[in-house]
């Protein structure tokens, strides 16, 4: 399948602890911003004929795209359909939104042009905390965002949920897990903070202005997929969780290795067998788009047979379908069984019927669990 990302870098204000490559900007740099991605995306179609008509999924992240007024986004989408996507065909069209930008005029634009499921950016439901990490919106407008988007008819919706949060206790993040699951939403991102010691955030932890309890990271992550799970929504990966049905295809196919094409400062793809990332500031990406877009300014990484084999381990652990053994076998590589025996009595992991999957407590272990069965999987023949 193929899957095409729109990186949109922009946010109205940038939230303490951010480590995306995003800034607030007026107007004109949006204009600006359009007329660029347009150049980029023309090029990618002129060098790869037919291309973008068989994109399946599409997925508008960013930054915020709702940032854009209703005419930049109207643009946007007829951007993205004048390179060739065809919006009626697509599987799943993906917008993100964060509360403050999220209003009747945006949403209708959306809808109109073809999106069909939403991303907000709730956070928490608790205003102190939605402030010590420096978010924009408060509690009301996030909740009046997700009304909105829930009740739009064939809009299919997702809320992202933090949890770790400096001063959040447990208590708090089961009030927000709970509130959230009551809500006629199909799809919950949950993950955990991220300290980056070099944003506002990480500073001020650092100077002891502010701290977080990285004792209650585990605590958290169990009893919140526990009450997800109870409440319906199932774990597909280990931070997103789904009703039936309503799991993202667009994210599944990064998991499964399916290749997606990637405009925008700082995006990454996988076309052709080659990982790429595009400049990671904007003024280098606005270079490269006014320069042609030459291949030299892009970081290239071709995946070669090793690179596939360590992808394979790590991207399919991170769902619930795991990996099949069988797959490694057919590239011509093994685990030694001794790694997966030793994950498996510790109770990190289960085989069954051929296929490796993450099971309890091995989900928060699962970079150690991965590098492990890497450092031990070898060419078939060797490990017979
Ligand atoms: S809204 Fe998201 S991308 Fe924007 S600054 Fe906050 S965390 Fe970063």
């Given at each position: 399948m193929l899957g095409l990302y729109i990186h949109v870098p922009f946010c109205a204000k940038i939230c303490d602890y951010c480590d995306f490559h995003a800034f607030s900007a007026p107007?004109?740099?949006?204009?600006?911003?359009?007329?660029?991605?347009?150049?980029?995306?023309?090029?990618?179609?002129?060098?790869?004929?037919?291309?973008?008509?068989?994109?399946?999924?599409?997925?508008i992240g960013g930054g915020t795209p709702s940032v854009l007024s209703e005419e930049a986004l109207a643009r946007l989408f007829?951007?993205?359909?004048?390179?060739?996507?065809?919006?009626?065909?697509?599987?799943?069209?993906?917008?993100?939104?964060?509360?403050?930008?999220?209003?009747?005029?945006?949403?209708?634009?959306?809808?109109?042009?073809?999106?069909?499921?939403?991303s907000l950016g709730l956070q928490t439901l608790r205003g102190d905390l939605l402030r010590r990490v420096g978010r924009q919106h408060d509690v009301a407008t996030g909740m009046s965002a997700l009304e909105l988007l829930t009740?739009?008819?064939?809009?299919?919706?997702?809320?992202?949920?933090m949890f770790d949060l400096p001063g959040q206790t447990l208590g708090d993040m089961l009030a927000d897990v709970d509130w959230l699951t009551d809500r006629p939403?199909?799809?919950?991102?949950?993950?955990?903070?991220?300290?980056?010691?070099?944003?506002?955030?990480?500073?001020?932890?650092?100077?002891?202005?502010?701290?977080?309890?990285?004792?209650?990271?585990?605590?958290?992550?169990?009893?919140?997929?526990?009450?997800?799970?109870?409440?319906g929504f199932l774990r597909y990966e280990t931070s997103n969780f789904a009703r039936?049905?309503?799991?993202?295809?667009?994210?599944?196919?990064?998991?499964?290795?399916?290749?997606?094409?990637?405009?925008?400062?700082s995006a990454h793809g996988f076309f052709e067998g080659v990982r790429f990332s595009l400049p990671e500031r904007y003024a280098p990406w606005r270079e490269y788009v006014k320069n042609g877009c030459p291949e030299s300014a892009l970081s290239l990484d071709t995946v070669d047979p090793e690179d596939e084999v360590a992808e394979l381990i790590q991207l399919s652990l991170r769902t619930k379908y795991g990996m099949p053994l069988e797959t490694l076998k057919n590239k011509g590589y093994a685990i030694a069984p001794e790694a997966i025996e030793r994950w498996v009595s510790r109770g990190y992991l289960e085989c069954v019927q051929g296929v490796i999957r993450l099971v309890g407590?091995?989900?928060?272990f699962m970079d150690s669990v991965v590098l492990d069965l890497y450092a031990n999987c070898a060419i078939y023949s060797n490990l017979e």
């Open positions: 107007e004109w740099l949006q204009l600006e911003y359009l007329d660029l991605v347009s150049r980029e995306m023309s090029a990618f179609a002129d060098s790869h004929p037919g291309a973008f008509s068989r994109v399946e999924t599409l997925y007829a951007i993205i359909a004048d390179c060739g996507v065809d919006f009626r065909a697509l599987k799943e069209a993906t917008m993100e939104f964060n509360p403050e930008s999220c209003d009747e005029g945006r949403v209708s634009v959306a809808l109109g042009s073809g999106i069909t499921r939403a009740s739009r008819k064939g809009l299919r919706v997702n809320a992202d949920l939403l199909g799809h919950v991102s949950f993950y955990g903070l991220k300290v980056d010691p070099t944003r506002r955030l990480g500073r001020r932890i650092a100077r002891g202005e502010e701290s977080v309890d990285e004792d209650l990271y585990a605590e958290m992550y169990l009893r919140g997929v526990e009450m997800l799970e109870k409440k039936k049905g309503e799991e993202s295809l667009h994210n599944l196919n990064y998991w499964q290795r399916g290749e997606y094409l990637a405009f925008g400062p407590e091995g989900w928060l």
